[in-house]
């Protein structure tokens, strides 16, 4: 048993994920901040909308469109998130398999 053991390449796919890892934290805090930001000022822009509204009509047409453009701003952030988490798990997979070869 005088064969060496090589640490070197667990070690590196450690530090790699690691790297990857704090990546990742930090492009999910800027994709928060975003969709924070983007809600608020959806909000603050539906509830001037809504202070103009006279007529019943008006008022169930508005709930419709802000609930629609509520809908679809809620979607595309969730697909920036998705399209986050595919992307990272790619890079993971990607640098565990170059480890292990």
Known sequence: MSAKTDFQNPIEAVQALMAIQ?????????LQKKAGEELMAFFQTEAQKAAKLKTPEELVRFNVDANTALFKLLQ???????????EVGQTAMAKFQAAGK
């Open 76 to 86: 595309a952030q969730g697909e920036a998130f998705t399209a986050l988490a595919t």
């Open 22 to 30: 704090a990546q990742t934290i930090g492009k999910s805090i800027e």
